[in-house]
């Protein structure tokens, strides 16, 4: 074909795309004006597979608590944002999507976070996903997950929702803030400190001009001489006293930022710990029999700020101390070598607590 024909062509076949485009816009928007949502249709996507944790009867209560209209308003008139904002507003939404078809049917479809684990520790009820995102677990709320029970402080307050890591790291940041300005604290004093000492230096190399011994009697030169002295003796106790209260001010500071320093790392320590607990709990899920006789997790705090768990499984009426999260896979073979060779010997029954926390060892009791 011929360019003389060929670019008309193209420029006439690109202009009526153009026009098609704008005509449909035009038209699916008149068609939105007038069109009335008639129906509403909520897809809960449960990608946990365990249960569900919300379903279509709760949304349609949320939407009518907040008293959003929406059957019989038209498509243009709906606020699909607000819509997906309160539905949003639960941790346990992952993701949120409204819109209208053009038959005025309201599509809000709702995918869930799968968590991993369920924390019933010291006022906390929540789950946790596998990356690390808690939210309050919704009433009525059925699924199977592990559970976490004891006495265990995990490394976010009560109630708290959002991702573990982001509040770590705000806290971390808090604390580094607050301890700069606690350095800030200290240039005054410091400042004050050279100040005070170039005054007092100069006062000490004050001296009792000597001509004056012309002019005056020995009687007054030594008294002249002996206040002077008194000065420089008051000056002294002046001066010591004033160094004292400004290192103390220091200490102070330096004993507060310590303090802080030791939060920081106490609290970098219970996220580690807490990761380590999430990668536990995928190792034993991971597994086909763990996964089915690991009934509940006891966590505690040692002594020695580490956390240590104990098991309780579905098979016998034992208790497994399994201590610190290390050497987990190592741990975990060991103590299903025991039940094969040990407990299928002397009997499931026989055992109240096995423990599994030292190297090459299980200890009965």
């Known amino acids: 074909m011929r360019p003389s024909v060929k670019y008309p062509l193209l420029t006439l076949l690109w202009a009526a795309v153009a026009a098609y485009v704008v005509w449909a816009t035009g038209a699916t928007q008149a068609n939105r004006t007038v069109r009335k949502v008639d129906e509403l249709r ?21 939407l009518a608590a907040e008293r959003i209209e929406l059957l019989g308003q038209t498509a243009d008139s709906v606020d699909l944002t607000a819509v997906e904002q309160l539905i949003a507003r639960n941790g346990f939404v992952e993701k949120v999507a409204a819109y209208v078809t053009r038959n005025g049917v309201l599509h809000i479809d709702i995918r869930q976070r799968k968590p991993l684990l369920r924390l019933l520790t010291d006022g906390e009820n929540a789950y946790v996903t596998p990356t690390g ?10 699924l199977y997950v592990p559970v976490v029970t004891g006495p265990y402080r995990p490394p976010f307050p009560v109630g708290h929702m959002g991702e573990i890591r982001r509040h770590t790291d705000n806290e971390l940041q808090r604390i580094e803030q607050e ?19 170039r005054a007092y230096n100069d006062f000490r190399r004050r001296r009792v001009k000597s001509w004056w011994k012309y002019l005056e009697t020995e009687a007054e030169y030594d008294a002249r001489v002996g206040r002077l002295r008194a000065e420089k003796q008051q000056a002294r106790r002046a001066y010591r006293y004033r160094v004292r209260q400004r290192r103390q ?10 303090r802080l320093r030791a939060q920081q790392k106490k609290l970098e320590k219970s996220y580690e710990d807490f990761v380590k607990l999430l990668t536990f709990v995928k190792l034993v ?21 580490a956390l240590e768990i104990e098991l309780i499984p579905r098979s016998g009426r034992h208790i497994i101390r399994f201590g610190r999260l290390e050497r987990m896979e190592e741990k975990l073979d060991k103590l299903l070598r025991f039940y094969r060779k040990g407990l299928s010997h002397i009997g499931w029954e026989r055992c109240r607590v096995i423990d599994i926390r030292y190297t090459d060892q299980v200890v009965c009791r």
């Open 285 to 305: 899920e991971k597994d086909d029999f763990w996964s089915a006789e690991v009934v509940q997790i006891i966590a505690r705090t040692a002594a020695s700020g």
């Open 249 to 258: 001010q220091l200490d102070r500071i330096g004993t507060e930022q310590d």
């Open 42 to 62: 909520i897809d809960i996507v449960d990608s946990t597979s365990q249960g569900h944790l919300v379903t279509s009867a709760e949304i349609r209560k949320w």
């Open 179 to 197: 301890i700069e300005r606690l350095e800030e604290e200290k240039l005054p004093i410091h400042h004050a400190e050279r100040a005070d000492n």
């Open 133 to 142: 995102f808690i939210f309050a677990a919704p009433r009525a709320s059925s």
